[in-house]
């Protein structure tokens, strides 16, 4: 059975940085995309960043490039989101989503990815 299990969330001011990670089992992922959704309150599921296998192609939304940083470690089956200078608009529940195919691309939509994990929360405070 896959699982997925993100950490790294927490409550930090504007500006700080955190560092979520998202830690896969039940089968390995290495040829295939992985990716970072958010859902803020009373909002949609929204994108955040993709990785293909190699991190050879990364997405990331508008709202964060810049500031975002998508990577994976094979060896531990793992996705990661580096987000630096963050703002009381990145508040929100994050969730890791891999998609089950293998494939080069890193899509950017949700609908694209088969498992996915509990989620981890982000709170930034102003």
């Known amino acids: 059975q896959v699982q997925l299990v993100e950490s790294g969330g927490g409550l930090v001011q504007a500006g700080d940085s955190l560092r979520l990670s998202c830690v896969a089992s039940?089968?390995?992922?290495?040829?295939?995309?992985m990716a970072w959704f958010r859902q803020a309150p009373e909002k949609e599921r929204e994108f955040v960043a993709s990785?293909?296998?190699?991190?050879?192609?990364?997405y990331y939304s508008d709202s964060v490039k810049g500031r975002f940083t998508i990577s994976r470690e094979h060896a531990k089956n793992s996705v990661f989101l580096q987000m630096n200078n963050l703002k009381p608009e990145d508040t929100a529940v994050y969730y890791c989503a891999v998609k089950a195919a293998a494939t080069r691309e890193a899509p950017i939509e949700y609908y694209e990815y088969d498992y996915w994990g509990q989620g981890t929360q982000v709170t930034v405070s102003s």
């Open positions: 990785a293909s296998w190699n991190v050879g192609t990364t």
């Open positions: 039940g089968r390995t992922f290495h040829s295939n995309p």
